[in-house]
């Protein structure tokens, strides 16, 4: 099993950019395909983004692809999620995930078995 904190949400403009980290406390972090979804009041989770064990696949959502950046360092068992071009609908709790390895399945929250607690993410018109 992994232990997984988020940090780095926050409020910023339309237009701008942050940076969300998500740090292991597991002893093989390396094991894992790591993702990024998010959750809008009133809405279902949704994914965001992923990235398999030694960093060399991602996938995307339609919606922020081009956007964001989805990367990993094996070595400080850190997964981030790199945000530009923010926009009002980004707006969620951004949660981090680990499951067992990148599936057909990636883009469902059934595929991960280790969930963070959330940061939030705020955007502003």
């Known amino acids: 099993q992994v232990q997984l904190v988020e940090s780095g949400g926050g409020l910023v403009q339309a237009g701008g950019s942050l940076r969300l980290s998500c740090a292991a406390s597991?002893?093989?972090?390396?094991?894992?395909?790591m993702a990024w979804f998010r959750q809008a009041p009133g809405k279902e989770r949704e994914f965001v983004a992923t990235?398999?064990?030694?960093?060399?696949?991602?996938y995307y959502s339609d919606s922020v692809k081009g956007r964001f950046t989805i990367s990993r360092d094996n070595a400080k068992n850190i997964v981030y999620l790199q945000m530009n071009s923010l926009k009002p609908e980004d707006t969620a709790v951004y949660y981090c995930?680990?499951?067992?390895?990148?599936?057909?399945?990636?883009?469902?929250?059934?595929?991960?078995?280790?969930w963070g607690q959330g940061t939030q993410v705020t955007v502003s018109s």
């Open positions: 995930a680990a499951g067992r390895g990148l599936a057909s399945s990636y883009r469902t929250t059934s595929e991960y078995d280790n």
């Open positions: 597991g002893r093989t972090f390396s094991r894992y395909a």
């Open positions: 990235i398999n064990r030694n960093g060399m696949i991602t």
